[in-house]
């Protein structure tokens, strides 16, 4: 089999499932914990890990534990340094994000909207383009499932698009390429729609990049490591003055988490996918 390359090791059989999680502390070796406290880091999928203190951290207030495994956490991050150190953003930039229902794509839509940005937000279905609209504040959806993504593309930016933020991949990314506007940044965070391909299938329509002096590039948010705590602060504090919505969808009971991350790939959940156990 061809070997392919990841920027995490892959699961060999057998191998406990990553996830990132909260947790309560049980009993504690730890000088760091005591029983009773609340971790966040690398739990697994299971109901009691058995974690090294080195790889946690506390969770002060309990009340925000589920926003450490979005908007405050992981997922937060890569929004933040997506658009911050990725997209850089300009009042008044145009700015398309596919996914824009989901974790990233709703935080991502939300420091857009604060830098001064036209939103316009791609998602599947009417519930999860009302949610854009009436929480996360972006100016413009579209339904890819049922509306002409590229009809509504060039409605809702006439005149180009200035930062496409993918999620998605795929055919939505050729759409957005033949609607740049010159000097455009395109930003690939993700392509969810390619994750389960055993071929993946790239845009055919990269030269838009040359022809519109445009840039794409990738990133993770492994890749901004030295930074996480000053955009964890900076995080917090525009959630503190309510400037940053956390939607979330939550599954109950181990059993779920194949479901859970089954919706990952359907499109089943709005805002950050978690699961409790």
């Not at 499932?145 to 509504?152: A, L």
Request: hydrophobic share 40%.
């Amino acid at each position: 089999m061809e070997q392919i390359s990841n920027y995490v090791a892959p699961l060999e059989i057998g191998d406990v499932m990553r996830c990132g999680g909260i947790a309560r502390v049980l009993e504690s070796k730890s000088k760091k914990f005591k029983k009773g406290d609340i971790v966040s880091g690398q739990t697994c999928w299971q109901t009691h890990p058995i974690l090294d203190a080195a790889e946690l951290e506390k969770v002060d207030d309990e009340s925000m534990a589920t926003k450490y495994l979005g908007a405050l956490g992981s997922t937060g991050l890569t929004a933040y340094f997506g658009v911050t150190k990725i997209s850089k953003p300009k009042p008044g930039d145009t700015v398309v994000i596919t996914g824009a229902a989901g974790g990233v794509g709703s935080v991502a839509g939300q420091i857009f909207k604060i830098a001064g940005c036209k939103v316009i937000g791609i998602a599947g279905g009417k519930e999860k383009c009302e949610v854009l609209t009436n929480e996360v504040g972006v100016d413009g959806t579209i339904d890819y499932k049922s509306e002409d993504i590229d009809k509504k593309i060039k409605e809702f930016a006439p005149e180009g698009i200035d930062i496409f933020f993918d999620n998605v991949g795929g055919e939505i990314l050729d759409f957005a390429l033949d609607n740049l506007r010159d000097r455009a940044r395109v930003v690939i965070c993700g392509a969810i729609s390619q994750y389960s391909h055993d071929k993946v299938d790239g845009p055919s329509l990269y030269l838009r990049l040359a022809e519109k002096y445009a840039r794409m590039e990738g990133f993770t948010v492994m890749h901004f490591e030295e930074h996480y705590e000053k955009a964890s602060k900076e995080l917090l504090d525009l959630h503190n003055q309510g400037k940053l919505k956390v939607p979330f969808h939550i599954e109950e009971g181990i059993d779920n988490f194949p479901l859970a991350l089954q919706k990952l790939f359907t499109g089943g959940n709005t805002g950050k996918l978690m699961v409790k156990v």
